[in-house]
């Protein structure tokens, strides 16, 4: 069992930053892969970015050039830093753990969810 903990999240104007972490409740070193996925009233949970143990990363293109995930296994924690946000942005933010290399990761493909952050980007 893995369990994660959002944090971070928060309200923003439009153009501005926030960084959200993931903390693991286990070592997260090893073969596996971490995600972001937000998902907005109304509307799907879908990937905003993931990162495998090996370093490799997806986006989606609506966030490439400026959000940028990052892992420290030391301390068992993924990042997300969100710069230029946008209204478009607002939604629930989770993180998720994927046992395995998953590239690209398929939502269906994560073992573990955390309960989400709340993202409110104003105009």
């Known amino acids: 069992q893995v369990q994660l903990v959002e944090s971070g999240g928060g309200f923003v104007q439009a153009g501005g930053s926030l960084r959200l972490s993931c903390a693991a409740s286990?070592?997260?070193?090893?073969?596996?892969?971490m995600g972001w996925y937000r998902q907005a009233p109304g509307k799907q949970r879908e990937l905003v970015a993931a990162?495998?143990?090996?370093?490799?990363?997806n986006y989606a293109d609506s966030v490439k050039g400026r959000f940028t995930i990052s892992r420290d296994n030391a301390k068992n924690t993924i990042y997300l830093q969100m710069n230029s946000l946008k209204p478009e942005d607002t939604a629930v933010y989770y993180c998720?753990?994927?046992?395995?290399?998953?590239?690209?990761?398929?939502?269906?493909?994560?073992?573990?969810w955390g309960q989400g952050t709340q993202v409110t980007v104003s105009s």
């Open positions: 286990r070592s997260i070193l090893g073969i596996n892969t």
């Open positions: 990162m495998t143990s090996g370093s490799s990363t």
């Open positions: 998720a753990y994927a046992k395995g290399w998953r590239n690209p990761p398929r939502i269906q493909e994560y073992d573990y």
